[in-house]
């Protein structure tokens, strides 16, 4: 008696424990998909006919492919890390090797969207964001459809 409960817990918290694990990895999947979906976006949006961007930090030119989709505020902050402003085009040398220029991101922010914006964008972060699983797919296909706008 005792024993075929024990099995049967044993066996539900088995399912459960799968469960979770499934939903963890397709939540990791889905912030994937979105983080290349919208690096795409960020690096083709001002692209011109040549398909050349601009550097936000250093103005380097260059092919988007070559380019980096590099974050004002940490991609650790989910609150920012698909903000349209908060992610700009850079040259691998100030995103990687510059680690990310933040300061004369910072001005840049400013200078384009307005003085104050850096210091909203830094406000922003810090708030805390919880994207459920359905906002991450309304996330993916915004920037889909962004894409397929570019394509036409
Ligand atoms: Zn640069």
């Not at 850079?90 to 200078?111: A, H, P, T, V, W």
Request: net charge positive; hydrophobic share 35%; charged share 30%.
């Amino acid at each position: 008696m005792t024993h075929a409960i024990l099995r049967e817990l044993y066996i539900r918290n088995a399912i459960r424990r799968y469960r979770d694990m499934a939903r963890k990895i397709s939540r990791k999947a889905l912030i994937k998909k979105a983080d290349k979906v919208f690096s795409e976006y960020i690096r083709r949006r001002y692209a011109n006919h040549a398909e050349v961007v601009s550097c936000f930090t250093c103005g380097k030119k260059g092919h988007w492919k070559t380019m980096d989709a590099g974050h004002f505020m940490s991609r650790k902050f989910y609150s920012t890390r698909w903000n349209q402003e908060n992610v700009q085009v850079q040259c691998k040398g100030c995103n990687i090797f510059r680690s990310g220029e933040q300061y004369m991101f910072g001005l840049q922010l400013d200078r384009k969207y307005g003085p104050g914006k850096s210091e909203e964008l830094l406000q922003k972060s810090r708030s805390l964001l919880k994207l459920s699983t359905p906002d991450l797919i309304d996330l993916i296909d915004f920037f889909k459809a962004k894409l397929v706008k570019l394509n036409n």
